[in-house]
């Protein structure tokens, strides 16, 4: 079954760095992988997705990377702003129609 | 404009009680996910449907019931038998065969 960590779990930086989070997943056989946000007590936001024939895709400051032979994904968050501030989440399905696995995500707090 | 919508917002009951939480989508998707959140915890799935008239249990299904007779519409009734109902419950859903999840903003229930 898959299993999607993430680490770490909080994170803080000064406003304007570059920072990188991290997810991983057990079973390379992935479909796809996705990235969302979380606001406190919002729903989630979806950022970026990423094929499984794909090795990354950009969105803005957003860049999420895809390495299925070790089992890793990336979201890099360019020039950080206060309002990136959320907690973010990697989910990653079985197969093509299994539901998402979601990793318990990284809170991010960027400081102005 | 399209989107998931869940009413309502914040919901309190007495314990013993059974209670239903609506999730409607007009994004003309397949399927829909019910998914629990904890502190701490990460996204639980509840129950998936993926066609109507046809469901099936995640992860934590005891104690919740679903039923999907329209397309848009995925309710989620938490009976009396469900030990601990306080929690933060997310619908999503998506086109089959298309991983990309869109989410709700998310009911907060309350079970004193």
């Known amino acids: 079954k898959q299993e999607v960590t993430q680490i770490p779990a909080a994170l803080s930086v000064p406003e304007g760095e570059n920072l990188v989070l991290n997810c991983s997943f057990t079973?390379?056989?992935?479909?796809?992988l996705q990235w969302f946000r979380q606001d406190p007590g919002k729903g989630l936001t979806s950022l970026l997705l990423?094929?499984?024939?794909?090795r990354e895709q950009t969105s803005g400051r957003l860049n999420a990377s895809l390495d299925k032979s070790s089992g890793r994904s990336t979201l890099y968050i360019a020039a950080s702003q206060p309002g990136d501030s959320a907690t973010y989440l990697c989910?990653?399905?079985?197969?093509?129609?299994?539901?998402?696995?979601f990793g318990k995500g990284t809170r991010l707090s960027v400081i102005a | 404009d399209g989107g998931i919508t869940q009413s309502p917002k914040y919901l309190f009951r007495k314990e013993g009680q059974n209670v239903t939480l609506s999730c409607e989508q007009n994004l003309n998707h397949d399927a829909m996910y019910w998914y629990r959140q904890d502190p701490g915890q990460g996204l639980r799935l509840i129950y998936y449907?993926?066609?109507?008239?046809?469901?099936q249990k995640g992860d934590i299904a005891e104690g919740y019931s679903v039923s999907r007779e329209k397309k848009e519409s995925f309710p989620l009734t938490v009976t009396s038998a469900q030990k601990n109902p306080t929690a933060f419950y997310l619908c999503a859903s998506n086109i089959q065969g298309n991983h990309e999840q869109y989410f709700g903003p998310g009911t907060r229930l309350t079970v004193t």
């Open positions: 449907s993926q066609i109507v008239n046809d469901f």
């Open positions: 990423i094929q499984s024939s794909q």
């Open positions: 079973d390379s056989a992935i479909y796809n």
């Open positions: 989910a990653a399905p079985n197969s093509g129609n299994t539901p998402l696995v």
